[in-house]
């Protein structure tokens, strides 16, 4: 079949995903262009300015620096010259029910300390999780993070000695248990499941690996919000050559003879592809933008797998300044389990949730006027379903949230210059995501995390994925990586066909 020699990589979402797979490809020589449908890059990491105050609307917290640094080194730059990343500490302060508030930090003399003032029998064993997280990372980042899809060669090529540290049949909370007896250190440890959108008494014990992440390696603040980061890919893949239309909804994909070989515009313009990477959601891929006579099967089988979590965000402009609260913060609920059984049983918000709270103003004040703050309130959400109706829920779930941190000690709500929100259904809208989740498919199946989709579409030729539902995850520095192994995927397959 014949196909231009000029005609464009094409690559479908301009999220962090898609950026990092234009840079690798257009790097490498070839001629890359990005359709965006929304007015603004960034995907998920989006951000709100109004009534003068600025929101980053997307992930805040950020980890695992050296895959920012090696996506901007592929192409002979320096991450340090596009945003300046600034660590943070303490990493979160996390408050109690009970008025305990402990400052998480990778000062390791410091975190002890800590412990032992409310669970001196815990020090050894917060010491030997630590030791556990960092070996799960090293064996499980090999297989699932840092390499290609796992394969069975992949598997077979590590020590048996080593595979069986993969922790896949217990759940978070069960490894977490068998380290720490206090209720507060397993809650702290169990909130990492929700950076992937799970529950930590289903989630895979495999996941661990994101607290040797955050409590080892450390969070890091772009100087002027997350979204600078959005802002810097951007900037490389200009400068790389690649060409960025925004404004541009994609609305099929064109297969011809098993290839994807084009897509369709809403706007009636169509656009000749070699090849088509999709930094939009798997399961909205194959739903939506494949023909419908193409991969029945899959499109059904994606669409059967429960997504993972989705969030309902808070976007306050509040007068007067917190000096209590640190760059990020965690206010749990007073009872987790049944927090998450509403959550993944019942699918609703439950009543009392665990509310985190940043204020970039903190880090940078032009972003709220002077004497106030811009928080950025989130809670944990189910996808969209049946069960819970946001469009008559929403005004409740944030009253409840504001009188939870009035609770606290934290009442704004005479102070609120401005409110807006975001919920699971404007999640979808914006960024296609299936059902409003944030990670694809939900991790709540300790067997779903030998099932996230591959980078190369198995049933038409051509098609690549890169972003959070694909290899390896969700995440800023995961869909950075997901946008390189779609990118050598891509790049190998085309130098075959030559």
């Known amino acids: 079949m014949h196909i231009s020699e000029s005609a464009p990589l094409v690559v479908i979402g301009a999220g962090l995903g898609g950026l990092s797979a234009a840079i690798h490809l257009v790097a490498a020589g070839e001629r890359v262009v990005i359709l965006e449908q929304n007015t603004a890059v960034g995907g998920k990491m989006s951000l709100l300015q109004a009534d003068g105050f600025t ?17 901007f080194a592929a192409a002979g730059r320096r991450l340090a010259d596009y945003v300046t990343l ?8 996390y408050f109690y029910p009970d008025g305990t508030v402990f400052d998480a930090t990778r000062d390791l003399p410091d975190m002890l300390r800590q412990i032992a003032a409310f669970a001196p029998h815990d ?16 064996v499980a980042g090999q297989l699932f993070i840092y ?7 992949s598997a077979f090529g590590i020590p048996l000695r080593d595979v069986l540290k993969v922790d896949i049949w217990r759940t978070m909370h069960g490894a977490h248990r068998t380290y720490v007896r206090s209720p507060k250190l397993q809650q702290l440890l169990g909130r990492f499941a929700t950076y992937v959108g799970g529950s930590p008494y289903q989630t895979s014990a495999v996941y661990n690996v994101i607290a040797h992440v955050e409590l080892s390696d450390g969070i890091w603040y772009p100087q002027g919000g997350a979204y600078q980061l959005a802002r810097a890919y951007q900037r490389l893949a200009e400068e790389l050559g690649v060409e960025i239309r ?32 999709a930094n939009v959601d798997v399961t909205t891929v194959y739903r939506e933008l494949l023909p419908p006579e193409i991969a029945l099967r899959r499109r059904r089988s994606l669409s059967r797998i429960e997504p993972s979590g989705s969030g309902f965000a808070l976007l ?6 917190f000096p209590a609260l640190a760059q990020h913060n965690i206010f749990f609920s007073s009872d987790y389990r049944r927090e998450f059984e509403a959550l993944f049983r019942r699918r609703i918000v439950p009543r009392e949730a665990t509310i985190y709270v940043t204020a970039t103003s903190k880090a940078d004040p032009e972003h709220a006027p002077e004497g106030c703050e811009n928080w950025f309130v989130l809670v944990n959400a189910p996808p969209i379903g049946p069960e819970f109706d946001w469009e008559l829920e929403a005004g409740a779930v944030a009253d409840a949230i504001l009188a939870q941190l009035a609770d606290y000690g934290y009442d704004v709500r005479s102070r609120l210059r ?11 809208e914006h960024t296609g995501a299936w ?34 539902t694909t290899h390896p995850g969700g995440g800023v520095p995961m869909v950075t990586l997901s946008g390189g192994v779609a990118a050598r995927m891509a790049l190998a397959d085309l130098l075959k066909a030559d």
């Open 55 to 71: 929101w980053d609307c997307g992930p805040s917290v950020i980890t695992m620096r050296p895959a920012l640094e090696n996506l």
């Open 86 to 93: 600034s660590p943070v500490a303490p990493l979160t302060r």
């Open 123 to 138: 020090v050894e064993g917060y010491l030997a999780f630590l030791s556990h997280a960092a070996a799960l990372h090293r």
């Open 147 to 153: 390499n290609d899809p796992p394969t069975l060669a």
């Open 246 to 277: 925004t404004g541009s909804r994609v609305t099929g994909i064109t297969v011809k003879e098993g290839c994807a070989r084009g897509v369709s515009l809403a706007d009636g313009d169509y656009l000749e592809a070699r090849a088509v990477i």
């Open 316 to 321: 306050l402009g509040i007068e007067g300044t």
């Open 418 to 428: 401005c409110q807006y929100h975001l919920t699971p259904r404007d999640i979808a």
């Open 435 to 468: 059902r409003g989740a944030l990670y694809g498919l939900s991790p709540n199946d300790p067997l779903n995390v030998l099932r996230r989709p591959i980078n190369r579409a198995s049933e038409v030729r051509s098609l690549y994925f890169a972003g959070g």
